[in-house]
């Protein structure tokens, strides 16, 4: 009998271990600053910009986002070339362990395509991050009556 307490004590303590490092698993990427600026009513395309940081000790990749306010959400970057501002789609997006990257206008940042419907300021945006791990997060934030015209626009 003793055996069998002494088993069920251990499996007790196991289980709680289990637990608690479950619990304080955590998603490898933070983010901060995030920032979805209000369009017209009719616009087929809205952005997003943030600051990703990876806290791991590991480079991860963004593999894919998603969005139930969106149809597709996807990674582009700008650049220059040949003295024209260029815009690219990108498969996926990778951070160095401890690497923070600033998606920002003219450069990296996230397209959110054909909006399930209209979007205006404090409405609600939710993103959900992919990574090649398989581990998914949810982020949320708000769409912002932000006055872009000192800053870059692109059109698309």
Same mark, same amino acid.
Request: proline share 4%.
């Given at each position: 009998?003793?055996?069998?307490?002494? $088993?069920?004590?251990?499996? @007790?303590?196991?289980?709680? @271990?289990? *637990?608690?490092? #479950?619990? /304080? $698993?955590?998603?490898?990427?933070?983010?901060?600053?995030?920032?979805?600026?209000?369009?017209?009513?009719?616009?087929?395309?809205?952005?997003?910009?943030?600051?990703?940081?990876?806290?791991? #000790?590991?480079?991860? $990749?963004?593999?894919?986002?998603?969005?139930? !306010?969106?149809?597709?959400?996807?990674?582009?970057?700008?650049?220059?070339?040949?003295?024209?501002?260029?815009?690219?789609?990108?498969?996926?997006?990778?951070?160095?362990?401890?690497? /923070?990257?600033?998606?920002?206008?003219?450069?990296?940042?996230?397209?959110? *395509?054909?909006?399930?419907?209209?979007? $205006?300021?404090?409405?609600?945006?939710?993103?959900?991050?992919?990574? #090649?791990?398989?581990?998914? /997060?949810?982020?949320?934030?708000?769409?912002?009556?932000?006055?872009?015209?000192? !800053?870059?626009?692109?059109?698309?």
């Amino acid at each position: 009998m003793k055996k069998i307490i002494y $088993k069920l004590i251990v499996l @007790v303590l196991l289980t709680n @271990v289990a *637990i608690a490092s #479950a619990e /304080t $698993k955590h998603f490898s990427l933070s983010f901060e600053k995030i920032i979805i600026p209000e369009a017209p009513p009719v616009s087929a395309v809205m952005v997003a910009y943030m600051n990703i940081k990876n806290n791991g #000790a590991k480079s991860q $990749k963004i593999m894919h986002i998603v969005s139930p !306010q969106f149809k597709r959400v996807e990674i582009h970057e700008m650049s220059m070339k040949n003295g024209m501002m260029n815009m690219q789609q990108l498969k996926s997006l990778s951070i160095k362990p401890k690497e /923070t990257i600033a998606l920002e206008s003219g450069g990296l940042h996230i397209m959110l *395509i054909k909006p399930i419907s209209p979007l $205006k300021h404090n409405d609600k945006v939710e993103l959900t991050f992919e990574l #090649a791990t398989g581990e998914l /997060t949810t982020v949320s934030t708000q769409v912002r009556n932000i006055d872009l015209t000192n !800053q870059h626009q692109h059109q698309h």
